[in-house]
């Protein structure tokens, strides 16, 4: 089941999501302006960094021009949201099974700070 954005909520989110595609390398400005509307739906929403616990990078099922060393990600209704998932979300449970070639990947809260840990 998909995050129940209303109307407005998934609009929103879209045009994050737009702005900030998978190869923009921006996940964490993407986040940093989910989060709030994430937190509409759910006022526990979080967002995560995902950190490689081996090796120097985290590496998606899709294709990228350059490397990710690290990832972000919003956790919203049990379910995380950005630029490999799109608006609907993927459950966290299937998240880095459906989107990441390694599961050896670090969860680490992040603090909206902008810094990395």
């Given at each position: ?16 999501l ?24 759910d ?13 120097r990078y ?9 490397p ?50």
């Open positions: 089941m998909a995050i129940a954005w209303n109307l407005s909520q998934a609009a929103r989110v879209s045009d994050i737009s702005r900030y595609p998978v190869d923009s390398r921006h996940c964490a400005l993407a986040a940093r302006e989910i989060h709030p509307i994430a937190c509409e739906r006022p526990e929403a979080s967002v995560w960094q995902l950190w490689p616990l081996e090796g985290v590496v998606p099922k899709i294709p990228l021009r350059r990710w060393h690290y990832h972000v990600t919003v956790e919203v209704e049990a379910h995380c949201v950005d630029a490999l998932t799109g608006v609907s979300g993927t459950s966290r449970m299937d998240y880095v099974r459906t989107h990441w070639r390694y599961d050896a990947m670090q969860w680490v809260p992040d603090d909206l700070s902008g810094e990395e840990p």
